[in-house]
Structures are given as structure tokens and as C-alpha cells.
């Protein structure tokens, strides 16, 4: 192992069981072959962050153990394992959480995202990154410009979830495109296919202020799902991509979408829901999910570099490490669009 002077223990915030979190001491791991060690400066919370802190699951994937939230990461390389050229030591990094098996079928045929071997940060058993220091396969902890901040830099998981809605929606130039849910992945959905030239993207939303501020990240309508119903059963969308997990948003979404279109599921509502079936058949309607993302990092960094997608401007609070409890509350405030978790400042800030 090659680098630089690295403590040998850390803080870490720890999610000890369900709606109790602790702040910890906890030795710095080692980077192993192929990996590098990174020191953590911005962690996005998500609402998969959330939902452990508050109901200890989602799905099947339960907290039984105490456990390290978060996944949305960006650090700096402080040291590297055999096999990784020192020359990254320095470098400014974006992770991909996400480290498949490599060797099943679903990652031989180019669907790693649904290795059933899948180790992801602060999806239980693993640990995530609410704390100094994480290892990453050094494939994986992109490299990103001095441009991009530290939190546009972490952001770039969550607008990968957005491009990868919008690889799976096939969008294209002079589409349109509803979504429904003016949350953060729906903005960055909206961010997405307006980078890949759908140009009239319509997000539904109950909440007023999500509506007044989604305009500013893609979207070029709000619409109210009641007060606007008739305006919304009227488009024939190209594609339907939905946010929220509602079962009468998704069947609002299918009903407007275009013979031959197609309807993506972002969000994680009820296990089950009924779905017209004659109207997705004699419409020819392609209906498929999004589970994380593939090779998505480049692209993100490309588009946030250029200024087609914004990331900065979606964080509107920031918390230091001990506060991480506070930053899992953050979403009670109906105002509040992304919380990042500062863990530590840039270097001479």
C-alpha cells in the first residue's frame, strides 16, 4: 500500500438500529488490491438513506446489525492497493457504489447493476460512507475536474439513477416526456432527458413549491395531479417516467402515454398494483423498472462539466458529520430539495 499519511482510526456515523444513530470510532480500512482508499468529502442523502433510518427496510433488505449510511460520495484519493498506479493518489473522485461479482450471467451479458452478488455502500449487510474514510475498486472512483465541486461530484449517483431512467425510456430529440414527483430524482430525471432533446418535459407534483422550483431543473411544465387532470389525460407522452411510487400517479403516467411509448418505474411504492393491461397491450406500451445504473459516471461528468445539468444549485442544506441525524430529517421540510452531508472540507478551505 502507496500514499499519503493516513490516521489509523476515523469517525463514523452509525445507524445502530431502527431511528438511532451514533457517532463512533472506527479503524480506517485498508485498501486491497485493486482499490483505493478515499477520504470523504460529500455525501448526498438519499431517500433509501432515509427509509432505513426511519422504518429499518426496505423490501427485504433489512437492518439487523448496526450499519454506516450513505452512498452518494465524492473524496479524495489518499492512498492506493498493489495493482493501482501511485500517480492517483491526489485525485478528486466520484464513486460508483456499486461493486458486482464480475463472473455471474447478469454481469456477463452486460447487467451489472442486477449481479445478484451485488455489494453496495449502505445497503445492509455493507457499510456506506458517512464517515472519513471508504476503499473503492479504483475503477470506480471516477475522476472529476477542479470545475465540479465536491457536492456536484457526490450528486452525480442520483443524476445517474436519471440517466439511466432516461437510457431505459429511450428518449430522444423533440420528445416528450411526463414524470411524475418533482423530488430530487425527479429533477434529475427531467435534467436527463432534456440533455438527451426531449423537449416538452411535463412533472406532476401536489406540492406547490416543488412545482414552482422543478422549472429551473428540466422541466418546461408543473402540473397539479387533480387541479390539472384533464390537461394531463390529454398528452400522449412519448415516455412516462414515474418518481413518486403512486399507484395513481403510474396509472395517471399510462394513460397518457403514446401507443408505441414506453413507462419507466423509478419510484418504490406498494409492492403490488392493479395496471390496465388492455390499454398497455392494444397500445403496444413497453413497461420495464430502473434498478441503479451502468457506466453512467462519464456521462454525468460530461453533461455537469458542460453545464447541461445542474447539481450545485439542488443542494439547499448542508450538515457537518456529527449532524447526520438532522441531514435524515431534512426532508420534513417541504422547501428542502438535497441534503449533503459534509464529512470533510476541501483542502485549504
Known sequence: ????????TMRASVLLKQGVVEMQERPVPAPGDGEVLVRVGSVGVCGSDVHYY?????GDMVVTAPIVLGHEVSGTVVSVGRGVPESRVGDRV??????????????????????????????????????????APADQAYTVPDSLSD??????????????????????????VLIAGAGPIGAMCAQAVRARGATD???????????????????????????????????????????????????SGISSTRGGGTVV??????????????????????????????????????????????????????????????ALNADSDPLSMKAVVVVNAPEGN
Open 1 to 8: 500500500m502507496t500514499g499519503t499519511t493516513v490516521p489509523t
Open 54 to 58: 426511519k422504518h429499518g427496510r426496505i
Open 94 to 135: 466520484a464513486i460508483d457504489p456499486q461493486v458486482p461479482c464480475r463472473q455471474c450471467r447478469q454481469c456477463k451479458t452486460g447487467r451489472s447493476n442486477l449481479c445478484p452478488f451485488m455489494e453496495f455502500y449502505a445497503t445492509p449487510p455493507f457499510d456506506g460512507t458517512f464517515c472519513d474514510y471508504v476503499t
Open 151 to 176: 457536492e456536484s461530484a457526490a450528486l452525480l449517483e442520483p443524476l445517474s439513477v436519471g440517466l439511466w431512467a432516461a437510457h431505459k425510456a429511450d428518449v430522444g430529440p423533440g420528445d416528450q
Open 201 to 251: 418535459v411535463v412533472v406532476t407534483d401536489f406540492v406547490d413549491s416543488r412545482r414552482e422550483r422543478i422549472t429551473s431543473f428540466g422541466a418546461t411544465r408543473a402540473l397539479h395531479p387533480v387541479a390539472d387532470a384533464e390537461e394531463i389525460a390529454a398528452l400522449r407522452a412519448d415516455a412516462f417516467i414515474d418518481c413518486s411510487g403512486a399507484t395513481p400517479a403510474v396509472l
Open 265 to 326: 418505474l423509478v419510484g418504490l411504492g406498494a409492492e403490488e398494483m392493479p395496471l390496465p393491461v388492455q390499454l398497455i397491450a392494444t397500445r403496444e406500451i413497453s413497461v420495464t423498472g430502473v434498478f441503479r445504473y451502468i457506466d453512467t459516471w462519464p456521462r454525468g461528468i460530461a453533461l455537469t462539466t458542460s453545464g447541461a445539468v445542474h447539481l450545485d444549485d439542488m443542494v439547499t442544506a448542508r450538515y457537518p458529520l456529527e449532524q447526520v441525524e438532522d
